[in-house]
């Protein structure tokens, strides 16, 4: 009686009244279902699926979606944490402690996520779990072999892992997932049937293959040559999977006849091949891509419901700044690995992210600590006086950490002479080095 007089008067809860009377509808929410981004790549390794990968993801979630990644190599080591700087590069170790492949560092300052240890995925990790699955009588007793049970792990893992937040704790729409080596070798096929089954799993229309090949331009000719993509787009069709996406990465500019080409030989649209030369800096590869039509491409795939949400200014704005750095300052880094640049990768992006920030280009001297050695000056007196020449002329010094006895005298020399010419001097030292 009381509560209807209160009603009567309050006239704005009139409406609140009438949902006491009747039961509230039940109402279904859609949810969106996950969408997967293969990168494959074809003709040679190192041809730059991570940046591309990287680059991917970066314009997706500049489109306001939530973005994750999976890079797989298929080595049978278990991480990449036991590997020798010249076998691997540098490896990259995660806020969980994983230590992963280099790719997944590429990842995270790309899109601005945060990682875990299972985004990288082995073959050895996957056999081990296949294995302890096998010991634990999971499969009950059945043949395991590679076709289902490698393969069906490597599906279960990728769905299990793209459904962690790595961003604000939201859970990721889109997953780009990097293929490790290139289309045909033999220890990537487990990987390549498990996605053949994974696109009917997951539905093609929520499911997109990207393939990267090289478009080689010999100096005899000057003209760049499109069969080794062929080859490659022939055998990834060959092995159950179509490219909806072919990015041709090449040293210089190709013209729209050698596109129009790869689009006719690979059965796919002209808007659907990306051209990629080599650019200044690898800040500048979203960009190219966007403006080669990325994002036109997902809107007009029609399986696949990708809108425009918004643009990213401040990348556009990072990329300019770096090309308008006009002052220099010369670092020398004094190491034991420095044959393979990717040994000090985590440094070399540091360094380039620190200067950037003080409005300076940075000119890295790599100098190998052996060569500053009095025994380096008997055996090689050029390789000696040349590296005490590059390390006279830095601002700076930073020596990494390393294995071993090798080059010691060479980085406490360094060290020595920056303390004496009050240089700056930076010296790094892993935890692995104390404890041993």
């Not at 889109?174 to 539905?203: H, N, S, W, Y």
């Not at 704005?317 to 040994?343: C, F, H, N, P, Q």
């Not at 360094?351 to 600590?369: D, G, P, R, V």
Request: charged content about 25%; some cysteine.
């Amino acid at each position: 009686m009381v509560m209807s007089s209160f009603l009567k008067v309050c006239h704005p809860f009139k409406s609140f009244s009438r949902l006491l009377r009747r039961p509230r509808p039940l109402v279904k929410v859609k949810i969106p279902a996950m969408k997967y981004v293969l990168v494959t790549g074809g003709v040679i390794s190192g041809i730059g699926k991570g940046v591309i990968a990287s680059s991917i993801g970066k314009i997706l979630k500049s489109n306001g979606y939530e973005v994750t990644a999976i890079k797989i190599d298929p080595y049978i080591n278990i991480d990449a944490g036991t590997f020798s700087p010249y076998e691997h590069g540098e490896v990259f170790v995660l806020d969980d402690g994983g230590e992963v492949d280099l790719d997944l560092g590429n990842y995270e300052r790309f899109m601005d996520i945060k990682l875990h240890r299972d985004n990288n995925i082995t073959t050895g990790k996957i056999y081990q779990d296949v294995i302890n699955r096998e010991r634990r009588g999971d499969f009950l007793g059945k043949t395991v072999q590679v076709v289902p049970h490698i393969t069906d792990a490597v599906q279960e893992w990728v769905e299990r892992v793209a459904l962690k937040p790595v961003s604000n704790g939201n859970q990721p729409e889109v997953c780009i997932i990097e293929l490790g080596g290139t289309i045909g070798d033999i220890e990537g096929m487990p990987f390549v049937e498990a996605f053949r089954q994974f696109q009917f799993r997951v539905k093609k229309e929520n499911f997109c293959c990207v393939h990267v090949s090289l478009v080689p331009q010999p100096k005899a000719t000057g003209e760049h040559k499109t069969k080794p993509t062929q080859a490659s787009v022939r055998e990834l069709r060959g092995l159950g999977l179509s490219p909806d996406l072919i990015v041709c990465r090449s040293e210089n500019p190709v013209d729209g006849n050698v596109k129009q080409k790869i689009s006719n030989f690979c059965h796919v649209a002209p808007e659907q091949v990306i051209c990629l030369h080599d650019v200044k800096s690898v800040y500048h590869v979203p960009i190219f891509m966007e403006e080669q039509g990325l994002v036109r491409f997902f809107l007009r795939l029609p399986d696949c419901s990708i809108e425009v949400r918004r643009r990213s200014r401040e990348w556009r704005k990072l990329a300019k700044k770096i090309d308008r750095l006009v002052s220099e300052v010369k670092i020398a880094l004094v190491g034991k690995y420095t044959v393979l640049e990717d040994s000090y990768a985590s440094v070399i992006k540091s360094l380039q992210h620190a200067t950037m920030m003080c409005n300076l280009k940075l000119n890295l001297q790599f100098i190998a600590a052996a060569d500053l050695e009095p025994q380096t000056e008997q055996t090689n007196a050029i390789r000696y006086h040349e590296a005490w020449q590059n390390l006279c002329r830095a601002d700076g010094v930073i020596v990494p950490g390393g294995f071993g006895t090798t080059g010691i005298e060479g980085k406490i020399a360094a060290i020595h002479w920056a303390r004496k010419n009050k240089k700056p001097f930076l010296g790094i030292i892993s935890y692995s080095n104390l404890i041993s």
